[in-house]
């Protein structure tokens, strides 16, 4: 199949997947914000990303090795099996260390909610690991339906727990524990996972090969978390968790924008690591990454364009401030989206350490911003130190990668984009509605004209859509 269309496949299929739970999520927002106090919800969230950051330390990224290693030994059952009992085996092992050392921290320090966070974790981190088996060994459909399982048990049961019973932080976190669970137990029921982890399987030599890969991503993933997750914990200790739930309100949007990246995401590193010898793979890279660019920067824009409009309607009154921190959140996503595609070229040529480099001083840079300027400005310390971070490392990856490819970026189409993006803006901070409504349909006009080429395919009827589904060629 043409690398393009391949690409588009994947994307596709996964997309369906993600679309869905997102919207069923977003729909979840004016529930979250009327059944929890602004000091409710900033604490769930910061447990949430507290899961994140114990997940990455004690597991490594064990399950980014996994879907790595597959992609490479795919229809080889025996190896697969090895990097597949290998790496659960150590999974294994660290929840039970784990566990062990929350319990003796529990009898050292009162922690609200520590065994609801644990068991959180757990399951955070079984549901990746069956889901990056779906990925390297190629079922996206199994991945896109496990996902979907995962989200949509944890959105029906966020409105039992929640609205019928009652139950508050622990309702929403015994959701969140149960919808993982199910994702997982699909996949590992479907994939028939359980015949690839024997303990006869476990290989030392594939776990260290495995670890070997997976242990630099852990400051990467540490630097993400900081730059994501810092400003909230900072944000919580210098104004309180009251401030913090409006930050996760103003991210909510931001957020669900970068998940649409995230599903390409999945496909583009598959295809990456696929096509990374191709004699074309320069150019095949440069198309792809203009293109997202050119999508993701029109998407932002119009994220913004209409917030005016629909921010009312879905926020409950409580959370107004955080309208003001949303344009800019937007444009660090932006960011986030392009450096991502480098990111990616990083992966197939197996160059972790260089993305911890990259991403460990752009964490920094973070940080430091925040810290000075918290008591200066407030919640827009938050909002432009992510800002600052994030655009800082989208250019040192790009000038970095020059000494591996030669990787072209439509500087044109970009600076146009910021242009817009501008101007918009300018008309959503004027509370002006007709300014509003002029900034609403100049986004329009520029998002269509900039992807018209994505247009055109989509005019000329479902049959482009099946083509790329079957993977045939006009």
């Given at each position: 199949?043409?690398?393009?269309?391949?690409?588009?496949?994947?994307?596709?299929?996964?997309?369906?997947?993600?679309?869905?739970?997102?919207?069923?999520?977003?729909?979840?927002?004016?529930?979250?914000?009327?059944?929890?106090?602004?000091?409710?919800?900033?604490?769930?969230?910061?447990?949430?990303?507290?899961?994140?950051?114990?997940?990455?330390?004690?597991?490594?990224?064990?399950?980014?090795?996994?879907?790595?290693?597959?992609?490479?030994?795919?229809g080889d059952k025996k190896k697969s099996a090895e990097i597949v009992a290998s790496c659960s085996f150590f999974a294994i092992i660290q929840m039970i260390v784990l566990g062990i050392g929350l319990y003796i921290i529990s009898?050292?320090?009162?922690?609200?909610?520590?065994?609801?966070?644990?068991?959180?974790?757990?399951?955070?981190?079984?549901?990746?690991?069956?889901?990056?088996?779906?990925?390297?060994?190629?079922?996206?459909?199994?991945?896109?339906?496990?996902?979907?399982?995962?989200?949509?048990?944890?959105?029906?049961?966020?409105?039992?727990?929640?609205?019928?019973?009652?139950?508050?932080?622990?309702?929403?976190?015994?959701?969140?524990?149960?919808?993982?669970?199910?994702?997982?137990?699909?996949?590992?029921?479907?994939?028939?996972?359980?015949?690839?982890?024997?303990?006869?399987?476990?290989?030392?030599?594939?776990?260290?090969?495995?670890?070997?890969?997976?242990?630099?991503?852990?400051?990467?993933?540490?630097?993400?978390?900081?730059?994501?997750?810092?400003?909230?914990?900072?944000?919580?200790?210098?104004?309180?968790?009251?401030?913090?739930?409006?930050?996760?309100?103003?991210?909510?949007?931001?957020?669900?924008?970068?998940?649409?990246?995230?599903?390409?995401?999945?496909?583009?590193?598959?295809?990456?690591?696929?096509?990374?010898?191709?004699?074309?793979?320069?150019?095949?890279?440069?198309?792809?990454?203009?293109?997202?660019?050119?999508?993701?920067?029109?998407?932002?824009?119009?994220?913004?364009?209409?917030?005016?409009?629909?921010?009312?309607?879905?926020?409950?009154?409580?959370?107004?401030?955080?309208?003001?921190q949303i344009p800019i959140y937007m444009l660090s996503s932006l960011f986030q989206v392009i450096q991502g595609m480098y990111s990616v070229i990083y992966v197939a040529l197996k160059k972790t350490k260089e993305i911890a480099?990259?991403?460990?001083?752009?964490?920094?840079?973070?940080?430091?911003?925040?810290?000075?300027?918290?008591?200066?400005?407030?919640?827009?310390?938050?909002?432009?130190?992510?800002?600052?971070?994030?655009?800082?490392?989208?250019?040192?990856?790009?000038?970095?990668?020059?000494?591996?490819?030669?990787?072209?970026?439509?500087?044109?189409?970009?600076?146009?984009?910021?242009?817009?993006?501008?101007?918009?803006?300018?008309?959503?901070?004027?509370?002006?509605?007709k300014l509003q409504l002029i900034m609403l349909v100049l986004a329009i006009v520029y998002s269509a004209y900039s992807n018209r080429d994505i247009l055109l395919m989509l005019l000329n009827g479902p049959q482009n859509i099946?083509?790329?589904?079957?993977?045939?060629?006009?």
């Amino acid at each position: 199949m043409d690398k393009k269309k391949e690409l588009a496949k994947n994307t596709v299929i996964i997309t369906v997947g993600k679309i869905c739970t997102q919207f069923m999520s977003f729909l979840l927002l004016p529930l979250y914000t009327s059944v929890l106090t602004t000091g409710e919800y900033g604490t769930v969230d910061l447990l949430m990303t507290y899961q994140q950051l114990i997940g990455y330390i004690v597991f490594f990224q064990i399950e980014q090795a996994i879907f790595r290693f597959l992609i490479e030994v795919r229809g080889d059952k025996k190896k697969s099996a090895e990097i597949v009992a290998s790496c659960s085996f150590f999974a294994i092992i660290q929840m039970i260390v784990l566990g062990i050392g929350l319990y003796i921290i529990s009898h050292i320090f009162t922690i609200k909610y520590i065994w609801y966070l644990f068991f959180y974790i757990i399951a955070a981190i079984l549901s990746g690991l069956m889901l990056q088996v779906a990925r390297g060994i190629g079922n996206n459909m199994v991945y896109t339906i496990g996902s979907f399982i995962s989200a949509i048990g944890a959105i029906l049961l966020n409105i039992l727990f929640l609205v019928v019973l009652g139950w508050g932080i622990r309702g929403m976190l015994l959701a969140y524990i149960i919808g993982n669970l199910l994702g997982a137990i699909y996949v590992f029921i479907i994939l028939r996972v359980y015949q690839l982890c024997s303990i006869k399987q476990i290989n030392r030599r594939a776990l260290k090969k495995c670890l070997d890969y997976s242990i630099p991503l852990v400051p990467n993933a540490l630097s993400w978390w900081i730059m994501s997750v810092s400003d909230r914990t900072i944000v919580s200790f210098f104004l309180g968790t009251a401030s913090n739930g409006l930050l996760t309100v103003a991210n909510k949007f931001p957020s669900a924008y970068s998940a649409f990246y995230t599903v390409f995401n999945l496909s583009w590193t598959e295809s990456a690591s696929l096509h990374l010898n191709d004699e074309d793979h320069e150019e095949f890279f440069s198309s792809v990454i203009s293109k997202v660019c050119r999508l993701f920067s029109a998407l932002a824009i119009g994220i913004i364009a209409v917030m005016p409009f629909i921010f009312n309607i879905i926020v409950n009154k409580k959370f107004f401030d955080s309208y003001y921190q949303i344009p800019i959140y937007m444009l660090s996503s932006l960011f986030q989206v392009i450096q991502g595609m480098y990111s990616v070229i990083y992966v197939a040529l197996k160059k972790t350490k260089e993305i911890a480099k990259t991403t460990v001083v752009a964490a920094i840079i973070n940080l430091t911003i925040n810290i000075v300027l918290i008591k200066y400005i407030g919640l827009y310390a938050a909002s432009l130190s992510t800002l600052i971070s994030y655009a800082f490392i989208t250019v040192w990856r790009y000038l970095d990668l020059k000494k591996y490819m030669n990787i072209h970026f439509d500087y044109k189409a970009f600076i146009s984009a910021l242009g817009v993006y501008i101007c918009i803006s300018i008309g959503y901070y004027s509370m002006n509605v007709k300014l509003q409504l002029i900034m609403l349909v100049l986004a329009i006009v520029y998002s269509a004209y900039s992807n018209r080429d994505i247009l055109l395919m989509l005019l000329n009827g479902p049959q482009n859509i099946k083509n790329i589904l079957t993977g045939k060629t006009q």
